[in-house]
């Protein structure tokens, strides 16, 4: 799978737009991009996910570069809820799949009032 | 909205001990996955399961550990011989129609190994 490079730390404030990147330059064709976060050692919760084309949905928006080797998370109000470890994530699609998520360092966003 | 239950929410066992960690996933799913994160590490993959099979399995999920759906509801993880590096949360995971599709995990278990 793909690597991906992520900041360590990234800070908001509240009610502004928080803007999370991602490198994943090796990643290839069949590869999606999958964004999780861990609120405070509960369990990872899904995001949103994408291929090629930018995507929304209610939690935030995934835009991907043209050239597919890097993203951004958008998340476009963000709360104090918010504050999390996000995960920007690159595996395989298709039926052959297992499933498997590696998860790496992430990005350890603080959102401040 | 359907969600991903673990019990025991906390376990404190012996070194040597066996450990059985519960998982009820969401009632449709298909897949089912383990994870550990030790504390202050990163969250590690241990297996994954499909069709009543092991479909894939890290190098930590060793001879100690096993998985079994026992009947149509529990998903459950085995630890045989518990050694203190075992301490750590557990998530189980399940998602619905194929290993591409999302995952909804679990709160997690806490295993502490003494």
């Known amino acids: 799978d793909a690597k991906t490079t992520q900041p360590t730390s990234m800070d908001c404030a509240e009610g502004r737009a928080a803007n999370l990147p991602c490198n994943h330059s090796?990643?290839?064709?069949?590869?999606?991009v999958y964004w999780y976060r861990q609120i405070h050692s509960q369990g990872p919760q899904y995001i949103i996910h994408g291929l090629k084309n930018n995507e929304t949905n209610e939690m935030a928006s995934l835009i991907i570069t043209e050239d597919r080797k890097s993203s951004t998370l958008i998340l476009p109000h963000a709360t104090l809820r918010d504050t999390a470890v996000y995960y920007c994530?690159?595996?395989?699609?298709?039926?052959?799949?297992?499933?498997?998520?590696?998860f790496g360092q992430g990005t350890t966003l603080q959102v401040k009032p | 909205e359907p969600e991903v239950t673990q019990t025991p929410s906390h376990q404190v066992t012996q070194m040597g001990q066996e450990v059985i960690l519960r998982c009820v996933p969401i009632s449709n799913h298909l897949y089912f996955y383990w994870y550990r994160q030790i504390l202050g590490q990163k969250v590690e993959f241990l297996v994954s399961?499909?069709?009543?099979?092991?479909?894939?399995k890290s190098e930590i999920f060793d001879d100690q550990f096993s998985v079994e759906r026992p009947d149509g509801s529990n998903f459950t993880l085995k630890i045989r011989s518990t050694k203190l590096e075992d301490s750590a949360m557990y998530f189980c995971a399940s998602s619905a129609t194929s290993g591409s599709s999302e995952q909804f995990f679990g709160p997690g278990t806490r295993l502490t190994v003494l």
């Open positions: 090796t990643i290839s064709g069949n590869e999606y």
């Open positions: 399961f499909y069709n009543n099979e092991i479909s894939e």
């Open positions: 994530i690159v595996r395989p699609g298709g039926a052959s799949n297992t499933g498997k998520l590696i």
